[in-house]
């Protein structure tokens, strides 16, 4: 992948630090979760903003468009800045989560994907179309800001994804908590009391941090999107509240001003001189202002009686991190999903009795219910049409060593099946929609019940006792989040709450008289209970933390999902717990949400004006970065670097043309790559050895063209690659002083590669783990007659990683290559490995393979054959994710590696001298400029123990940690 491609990923800011579906294994195509090319893509175009989407959400963009404009008039005003061109905008529907992301480069760009959300920190009463764009139009209008020098330099540079990207876009050098929680204040800064910083969740998760003790500077700093420490997600909890601190603490428009005065900023990370600035303290000490306002605000409410458990709730399950998704079985056992961050995710059960055990692996799944006969409904999310992500539903019974799949690309997100096992109730996500439907016991014959109209949703369901009525959490874009009740046979939902809370999860009491549920009521989650005949709600649990599932047991008790300050933990409280709380279910008034789309001057875009996407609308080079490179002999030479993509991905290509002072002549490298499948290039340069006074100077031309074909197959289980093309190398070497005989070097190299890859990467993980990747590799230099090598080899990589628990890895290789003896030789030594022909993402002519212990280059680890096998123990030292506040240098997860290698390289008919080597390594993840810079470190001592082996002492920067 072109490196401008890597950094432009990384800068995509999430709405959410975390998605609520739990993958291990990511597919590394780069067309996974992006725009399906093979859909019809229309543009929208309003005056600030492109809209691009599928045909078939036309009516979502014209709603976007609407709410767009109005976003834009607001947040401008609000933090003085607008955008110079159009903001891209792409819809889309590709996974059954909700998140969104933004990034200024190479041009303003968000993402957002359609389904609403109905539980988690993002659920809110404000829409989710104009809160999604508030959160990530705040991003852009923030990163894209820039006074003073930085404005002038991006007005003769552009928008460079380069070095100069420092000098351009001051504000993506700081710590990400300044970025996210200002996104965040800004989605919570209206009067109505939405989003995060007004929403229970966050409340809850603060109140904790003031317990446990609040992190310092530093530790937020470096932290980043790391999920190192629990809760996760830090940098936008502590940022948003940071924002709000600053706005009371230092006037209205403090936040503001701090992320202006950033704007003309010409040295990166500069947060002391900041602080000076704006409140003309240094930032620990304001820093410190911070921490004793959190105190001060959730001090007094932790001193109330103590209530962190639910009631008289008692600890039935608390392994960290993630414990959720309960439903009971009729003889009292409770099956749930476990995440620890560390290794697969699980479905277990605890039972009646007290005992729990791990019944199989929980990637993935969002959703479970049991049912007696039926057993374990699963909504799971699979990879569909091989580069979108969608809910599917599995099933499995005791016995069963994994859950069967039912159905096939379904997106039913939440199931429930009917008492008697022999229906399924479904929430179908489609097009920005939620519809209910009807499914048969087999997950087949689905029949739509009721489909919801945009900007209304449907929660959490589940079935009365009688099995002829769904109760329901429902969103109405007028009256925000209630509860309705849907009767079988009746298209009609009849209300049964109407106020100001949001609530979800509900399920009916054993008796059907009653319907159990979670809300934040008085800013607290708790359980509730809904008494159908006198429509009052009585609060049952009484957390102060935070109640986020609950599911009532056979003998009238209650298991609960808590939030506590080390995890989500499960507590069982007793049937007789009554909080005393009591309301009506209705508000004297009905709730009014203040939304933009409610305004009564409200009305969607027209369509008329859209048009079928053109991708020459982004596809100009955005930046221009102009270059010397000086050197020995006479290679100097001066160039420019450009770039350019679509926004949808469908086109990419790079030109970076240089001309060579002494010698008068041109090089450079090009490349175009066509929807990820097609890949062509060229590159050319000459180099000149030697003094000028040299008899022997000569001069070395090389013009490479490729040709590469690649297309990868995704599951969530695991990837295959397949890539094939052509290489084409031509070199000519002669003298400069006199004449002679030219040396001219041609071949034409062809070869198919196939990879597979299973392995895991778990958020505490310090290397890929659990699993395989294997790569298999056939090429040869027959395809011209001209060839300077000539023949045939093939390669056979087998890396196998397996997790000893607590992030331990040990990681086994097996590499087997061999060939005719005409072809490029292979060589081995040194502590990396390189790809020194073509593309790294196919490995055409790769020929250098790592053997520690050994230097490179040596005759005797040279041939047409070559084995290796290596073994290694990868030992966790902890994540730190803390540093210098100045510089900002800090240290995130370290680990030892110890290892052995053993091979040689030879040719045919030679005997084998296996040449091993052994030593110890030190892997680091530096963090430089706080979060921002993710840079492997690696220093190691390896030893060789055979003819050729040394002692060698090798440090790599940059190595993937």
């Known amino acids: 992948m072109n490196h401008k491609i890597v950094f432009i990923a990384s800068l995509f800011i999430l709405l959410a630090g975390s998605s609520s579906v739990s993958s291990a294994h990511t597919p590394g195509d780069p067309n996974f979760l992006r725009p399906d090319y093979s859909k019809q893509w229309k543009t929208l175009r309003t005056p600030h903003f492109r809209i691009h989407h599928e045909a078939t959400h036309k009516e979502y963009a014209r709603q976007m468009g609407a709410i767009a404009e109005r976003v834009h008039n607001k947040l401008a005003t609000w933090i003085g800045w607008t955008p110079e061109e159009q903001t891209e905008i792409v819809i889309l529907d590709s996974v059954d989560f909700s998140n969104g992301a933004a990034t200024p480069l190479p041009y303003n760009q968000f993402f957002i994907y359609m389904p609403t959300p109905a539980e988690g920190e993002l659920m809110d009463q404000n829409p989710w179309m104009e809160y999604v764009f508030t959160h990530e139009y705040v991003h852009i209008l923030h990163l894209d800001m820039a006074y003073g020098i930085p404005k002038a330099v991006r007005d003769i540079y552009g928008r460079p994804v380069e070095l100069l990207t420092v000098a351009t876009f001051p504000q993506i ?116 202002e911070f921490q004793e306002y959190l105190r001060q605000r959730f001090e007094p409410q932790l001193a109330k009686p103590k209530q962190e458990s639910a009631g008289h709730a008692q600890p039935l399950y608390d392994e960290p991190y993630i414990n959720r998704y309960l439903t009971a079985s009729g003889n009292g056992d409770l099956y749930f999903y476990h995440d620890d961050s560390s290794s697969h995710p699980q479905i277990r059960r605890i039972r009646a009795d007290g005992t729990h055990e791990f019944l199989f692996g929980g990637e993935n799944v969002s959703n479970l219910d049991w049912q007696d006969e039926a057993g374990l409904l699963l909504s799971k999310a699979a990879v569909c049409d091989n580069i979108k992500l969608h809910t599917d539903l599995y099933r499995w019974k005791p016995g069963m060593p994994a859950p069967e799949r039912m159905t096939y690309c379904g ?45 209304d949703t449907l929660g959490h369901i589940a079935w009365s006792p009688d099995g002829k009525r769904l109760v329901a959490a429902v969103k109405r874009q007028h009256t925000g989040w209630n509860l309705e009740l849907f009767a079988i046979g009746d298209p009609h939902w009849q209300q049964l709450t109407l106020n100001d809370d949001r609530e979800i999860r509900p399920h009916f009491s054993r008796d059907g008289s009653a319907v159990y549920f979670i809300s934040d009521h008085d800013k607290v989650w708790n359980l509730r209970r809904l008494d159908l ?23 009238a008790s209650y298991r609960l999902v808590e939030y506590t300050a080390d995890a989500q933990a499960i507590r069982a409280l007793p049937a007789s717990a009554r909080a005393g709380s009591v309301y009506p279910a209705y508000s004297g008034t009905a709730p009014r949400i203040d939304a933009l789309a409610n305004a009564a001057d409200y009305q969607a875009v027209p369509y008329e004006g859209v048009r079928d996407y053109s991708a020459l609308d982004t596809l100009r080079p955005h930046s221009w970065v102009p270059f010397i490179a000086t050197g020995a002999d006479q290679n100097s030479y001066i160039g420019v670097s450009l770039y350019g993509a679509d926004v949808l991905g469908f086109h990419r290509w790079t030109a970076i043309p240089y001309y060579y002072m002494d010698q008068h002549t041109l090089g450079g490298y090009a490349a175009y790559i066509f929807r990820n499948a097609l890949t062509l290039s060229t590159y050319r340069q000459s180099l000149i050895f030697g003094a000028g006074n040299d008899p022997m100077q000569y001069r070395s031309d090389e013009i490479r063209y490729q040709v590469l074909l690649h297309h990868s197959f995704n599951s969530t289980e695991s990837s295959i690659y397949l890539g094939g093309g052509v290489s084409s190398d031509h070199i000519k070497e002669s003298l400069t002083q006199t004449s002679g005989t030219d040396f001219v070097f041609r071949d034409v190299l062809a070869g198919i590669v196939a990879r597979y890859d299973s392995t895991e990467f778990y958020q505490r993980s310090i290397s890929p783990t659990d699993g395989r990747r294997v790569r298999l590799a056939s090429e040869s230099y ?113 680990s030892v590696t110890l290892f052995v290698d053993s091979g040689d390289a030879w040719n045919r008919g030679q005997n084998i001298q296996r040449k091993t080597g052994a030593g110890l390594a030190w892997n680091a993840e530096t963090l430089i400029g706080y979060d921002t810079l993710h840079v492997g470190l690696t220093m190691g001592f390896a030893r060789g123990f055979d003819q050729g082996g040394a002692d060698r002492l090798y440090m790599l920067l940059g190595s993937a940690f």
């Open 173 to 288: 050098f700081a710590p990400s908590w300044v970025t996210e929680g200002f996104a965040v204040y800004g989605e919570s800064n209206n009067a109505a009391g939405y989003g995060r910083l007004n929403n229970a969740w966050y409340e809850a998760e603060m109140r904790l941090e003031v317990r446990r003790g609040l992190r310092s500077l530093t530790e937020l700093s470096f932290e980043g999107y790391s999920g190192s420490r629990w809760p996760y997600g830090q940098n936008y909890l502590y940022g948003a509240y940071f924002f709000k601190f600053i706005s009371e603490r230092y006037g209205r428009d403090a936040a503001v001003n701090y992320i202006r005065i950033y704007g003309d900023n010409l040295i990166p990370w500069r947060m002391d001189e900041r602080s000076m600035l704006i409140f003309g303290r240094p930032a620990n000490l304001v820093w410190g």
């Open 782 to 894: 027959d395809a011209s007659s001209n060839n300077f090598h000539r023949g045939k080899t093939h390669q056979l990589d087998w890396k196998e990683y397996i997790g000893l628990g607590d992030n331990h890895v040990l990681y086994l290789r097996m590499l087997l290559a061999g060939g005719d003896n005409g072809i490029r030789p292979y060589t081995m030594g040194g502590e990396i490995e390189s790809y020194p022909v073509s593309d790294g993402s196919t490995d055409l002519g790769r020929r250098r393979f790592m053997l520690r212990g050994y230097p490179y280059g040596l005759a005797a680890l040279t041939g047409t054959q070559m084995g290796l096998v290596t073994a290694e123990w990868r030992i966790p030292l902890g994540m730190v994710y803390d540093g210098a506040f100045v510089p900002p240098l800090g240290l995130g997860r370290h």
């Open 533 to 555: 005949a006198d429509k009052t709600i009585a609060t049952v649990s009484d957390s102060m933390a935070g109640i986020h599932e609950a599911v009532v047991m056979p003998d």
């Open 411 to 455: 997106r039913y997100a939440r199931a429930a099946w009917r008492p008697d096992g022999k229906q399924i109730a479904a929430v179908q996500l489609e097009r920005g929609l939620t519809r209910l439907v009807l499914l048969d016991a087999r997950g087949e014959h689905p029949q739509q019940l009721s489909e919801l109209p945009l900007g």
